[in-house]
């Protein structure tokens, strides 16, 4: 078993976010949550990637409870993470952005008297190629576009070699030709690398493009979850989300 | 490289050679600004790289000159073991305070570390059987061969010199790099895999042993001790220094404690009024030069080096 979660919850106040979700991520798979504003889909992605800790339930990671763990640990075991609104470092070239992750995932971070500089040269090329950016490694992160600083954050994401690897709406705010990119790049990942991709996404067009499985989340309850074609025909699904168009 | 460091080699030279020019009083002042410059840089690592402003780096100096001051005057413990001693004790008790703290971030960081200054500081002051209380400790001299001040000069430039070399090489290397990603974005780095407190924690420690070393260097020199070198009005000199000369350079607090010192040693010469002086000066650097002298500088380097590129490339 790669990732499941055991019938999680979480409460916000009286407010139940996620309601006894219980779902696994198949290792390899590009599984995408959908559901309307207010779904709990980045909830859900919070309880899994450790921001958020469950009000009940389980998280299991290989088999393995993480329910507990802090993000950081949970990073270190192999779920690392984007955020819906990008996290990236505005001061730091790109360059040395995307060292950061590598310096962490290899365990060099104490090292206290070697040049950062000098680590992992190849490795941090070679990311930054595969998400183009290697023309803007020595500019600021914060004066690259927007499209390219989605594209940083994958590449940052990327530094940390991770297994499952959690996107938060990774189309966001992108033009139709950003997101066309950025779609092929993770699909190229996840057959290159072997990643397993979690996303949250609402351009059900992109959704339907490259998922291989669909959770359908629906004030915080699971809905569905299927391969594209079972989630499409779900009548329950159309009633409340696709508006019986799809 | 001796392009882009030729005013570092310089700087070098000069202050091997400054006793051969100056006058006693002035040697003095220069002591005094390398070893405050020390602190300076100890307080930098936390606030100009790792992002947090402690207000209780001074409690550590004290703490590193009060355990030399009493090791060598009430013990007649070894001048070198007793500076190991001061080091120790600062980076113990930095520890202890380093775990309270590290778990708050911005104000929060600031008001803790003033809180558990003053707090150290009371307890030196009010302990009058154990630390002297408002006395101080007099009468801490350093051995034979260090008692004249040219020698002494010499001893504390080259302690100065490896510690701010071993800061220099920490912020360059992977764990400085990890810090400054803590300061740009603590969220992005903790998703990275990088436990937050606990390189604050580390970071504090070592920032508390070089503050620590500072004070254990000074004490023998100035052949006392007292409660004001723990105050929140000592901690305040390196925050002023650092916003002085920049931040963000590595060289900013050392020029900003450098002017700072000089400063005041000429400006008492005619007045009593340093504090209207120095907040004055203050004023005008955050008006006009927000990033600091070297940092102004910087910025005028950079522009002026854009605009020779773009004249090649034309």
Known sequence: MFLQTQGITKEFGKLRAVNNVTLEIKKGDIHAIIGPNGAGKSTYFNLVTGYHRVTSGKVLFRDKEITNLPAYSRCNLGITRSFQITSIYPKLTVYESVLMGLLSHRKVTLNFFSSAKKFFKEEVWRTLEDVGLADQANTLGDSISHGDKKRLELAITLGTEPELLCLDEPTCGMSPEETDIAMSLIKKFSEERGLTILFTEHDMSVVFGIAKRISVLHQGTL???????????????QKVYLGGSA | MLKKGWWLILLLIVSFIAPLFVTEFYLTVLCEALVMSLLALSFNLLFGYMGQLSFGQAAFY????????????????????????GVLVASIIGLIVGIFCVRLRGIYFAVLTLAFGQLIFFIVFKWHNFTGGDDGIQGVFPPEFLKSPTNYYYFLLIIFLLSALVLWKIIHSPFGQTIVSMRENSERTEFLGINIAKYQLITFVIAAAIAGLAGAIWVPFYRSVAPSYLTWIKSGEPVMAAILGGPSLFYGPILGMFIMTFFHSWVLGFTIYWPVVMGILILIIIFFLPGGILGFIQEKVNQRRERLNQLAEK
């Not at chain 2, 004290?62 to 001048?79: I, P, R, S």
Request: charged share 15%; proline share 3%; hydrophobic share 45%.
């Open chain 2, 62 to 85: 004290g703490l590193g000159g009060y355990t030399v001051a009493m090791l060598m005057t009430k013990t007649h413990f070894n001048f070198w073991l007793s500076i190991v001693a």
């Open chain 1, 223 to 237: 809905i569905a979850d299927g391969t594209p074609q079972e989630v499409r025909a779900s009548e329950e699904v």
